[in-house]
């Protein structure tokens, strides 16, 4: 079992809808949870960080957290165009010594205006 | 600034040739990471270190090698061992408090002649 999956994509939504994200893991220790956003061809670049169970926004962007389920999922409110880009889930297994961060296969969105 | 630093942009490695991508981060962070990432996939992990002169290896490390002996550099070393380098290689590094996010370069596009 992959640590870390998330649906490939690709996830279409009309402008100005709600975009569902979702990510389980397999390691119910892991601690830190993680939303990156990736461009093509750039660098990830880190949207929002969650880590205890319940919902956490910021602007647009609100992740939920539900160690129970194994479960950690990302919504975005009014999509834009520019949201259009590969959404990575990440997060920090339970290691004992280590920093370790692991990340899952992406989903890619597109918005259409 | 601070930042990390990755170079070469783009990277061309003939057939049995050992090349080495440059990775320097002026942020004083302790943990750095390297990972790979595939058209359309996730990043996966090579080797990650938390202190100089210490590295660990992550999921897919066999046919790469590392060094760690300042804290400002990560060099990753793509040997001949590895049959099917071409990817994109992202270094990131972090402050080891378990919960801060990752910063990354701009990555390098390897490819093989």
């Known amino acids: 079992q992959k640590e870390v999956e998330q649906n490939s994509g690709p996830l279409s939504v009309p402008e100005g809808a709600i975009a569902s994200l979702n990510c389980t893991y397999s390691?119910?220790?892991?601690?830190?949870f993680f939303w990156y956003r990736q461009y093509s061809g750039k660098s990830p670049e880190l949207i929002m960080s969650?880590?205890?169970?319940g919902d956490k926004e910021d602007g647009r962007f609100t992740a939920q957290l539900n160690k129970a389920s194994q479960y950690v999922s990302l919504l975005i409110r009014d999509s834009q165009p520019s949201d259009s880009a590969t959404y990575l889930c990440?997060?920090?297994?339970?290691?004992?010594?280590?920093?370790?961060?692991?990340f899952g296969p992406g989903t890619s969105l597109s918005v259409i205006p | 600034d601070g930042g990390i630093t990755q170079s070469p942009k783009y990277l061309f490695r003939k057939e049995g040739q050992n090349v080495t991508l440059s990775c320097e981060q002026n942020?004083?962070?302790?943990?750095m990471y390297w990972y790979r990432q595939d058209p359309g996939q996730g990043l996966r992990l090579i080797y990650y270190?938390?202190?100089?002169?210490?590295?660990q290896k992550g999921d897919i490390a066999e046919g790469y090698s590392v060094s760690r002996e300042k804290k400002e550099s990560f060099p990753l070393t793509v040997t001949s061992a590895q049959k099917n380098p071409t990817a994109f290689y992202l270094c990131?590094?972090?402050?080891?408090?378990?919960?801060?996010?990752?910063?990354f370069g701009s990555g390098t596009q390897l490819s093989v002649l």
């Open positions: 990131a590094s972090t402050l080891t408090d378990g919960n801060e996010k990752l910063f």
């Open positions: 270190s938390q202190i100089v002169n210490d590295f």
């Open positions: 990440a997060l920090r297994p339970w290691e004992t010594s280590y920093d370790k961060v692991i």
């Open positions: 942020l004083n962070h302790d943990a």
């Open positions: 390691d119910r220790g892991s601690q830190s």
């Open positions: 969650i880590y205890s169970n």
